[in-house]
């Protein structure tokens, strides 16, 4: 099935809070919905007077055509003290949300070294192709994979969890949209059938699981051998996006028919993660994620759409 809405349900009082706005995907996501007619709280991890050219020229813009409602508000992710500030913003200033998407996030890899190396970043990120161990070891240190963990997935749940309570119950469903990669796939990553089985078992996983994963995906860091049962490439932001995957799923079952929670991947994009390779623009990896964002009313939920197609997890 694609996540293509047949009736707009949404209107310009349908507001959409998305993070990481300020380059890549995220900004195009917010111009897409911006477009839409719907009410954008753009957020990102810097103040308004920080934003990239484009970011700004982007809310210039919106202000020039007399789209009062996009918003800038900011929002780190990974600190508590700025989710609280927002959550408190938001209650004051809008009082709800309809849609989430939750889209900032980290590539932590050592890209200095592989420019060094001449390594290829398409090469180097094709994920049907297999580098010898040591490059992919290299690229992973403690300090930046913890990051990668906090970031994608501990920050996006924290985010997720202060807004749940601002969802607004309506017939056509609030919608969490958890921005996921390919690498994310529960079952082809993971070399290990143990860690695979937890993760993708829908009944009896927790998030107290699927941290015990993280913690041990983190202190495994250390070892070589241990290392074994982790995904080859790029080994955190794998783990941060399975991680992320697995809660989708936990959190589509909690929430029942009060919200739609998918994961949705983009495709491969030319942003600056991707060092400005890949197959899509930001626009068109965008209109991947926002055609998950507006599923038509009562859409699914629990589900993982690879470029606004219903796929496996
Ligand atoms: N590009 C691809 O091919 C591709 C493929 C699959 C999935 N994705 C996913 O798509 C999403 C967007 O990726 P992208 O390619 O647009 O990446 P990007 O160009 O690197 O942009 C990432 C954005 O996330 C923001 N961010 C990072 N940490 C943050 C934090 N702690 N709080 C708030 N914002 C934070 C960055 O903020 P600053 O600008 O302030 O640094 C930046 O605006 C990510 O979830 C990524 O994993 C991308």
Request: charged letters at 25%; aromatic letters at 8%; a negative charge.
């Amino acid at each position: 099935m694609e996540a293509q809405g047949t009736s707009e349900w949404w209107s310009e009082e349908t507001v959409a809070v998305v993070t990481g706005g300020n380059r890549g995907i995220g900004l195009e996501v917010c111009r897409q919905l911006a477009e839409k007619g719907l009410t954008v709280i753009m957020t990102a991890r810097r103040p308004q007077e920080e934003l990239s050219a484009s970011a700004q020229q982007f809310l210039q813009e919106a202000a020039q055509l007399g789209r009062k409602k996009v918003i800038f508000h900011t929002l780190d992710i990974t600190q508590r003290q700025s989710v609280m500030n927002f959550v408190d913003w938001l209650k004051l200033h809008v009082g709800f949300i309809d849609i989430l998407v939750n889209n900032a996030a980290v590539l932590n890899a050592d890209w200095k070294f592989l420019e060094q190396n001449n390594v290829d970043m398409r090469t180097f990120l094709d994920y049907t192709q297999v580098h010898p161990p040591c490059l992919n070891r290299i690229l992973e240190k403690q300090e930046s994979a913890k990051d990668c963990i906090e970031t994608n997935f501990y920050g996006t749940k924290r985010v997720t969890k202060a807004l749940l309570p601002l969802l607004r119950p309506s017939s056509y469903k609030p919608r969490i949209v958890n921005v996921s990669s390919v690498y994310g796939l529960l079952l082809q990553f993971l070399r290990d059938d143990e860690l695979r089985k937890q993760l993708s078992d829908t009944e009896g996983l927790t998030e107290q699981k699927i941290d015990e994963v993280l913690d041990t995906f983190l202190e495994d860091l250390k070892s070589k051998q241990a290392m074994e049962k982790w995904p080859l490439k790029v080994p955190s932001y794998t783990v941060s996006k399975i991680a992320l995957n697995a809660y989708t799923r936990l959190l589509a079952l909690e929430l029942g028919d009060k919200a739609c929670v998918n994961s949705a991947t983009p495709g491969y994009v030319m942003t600056d993660m991707t060092f400005g390779t890949g197959d899509l623009s930001p626009a068109e990896g965008a209109a991947n994620l926002v055609c998950v964002a507006l599923l038509p009313a009562g859409g699914l939920s629990g589900h993982n759409f690879l470029e606004g197609k219903d796929a496996k997890f």
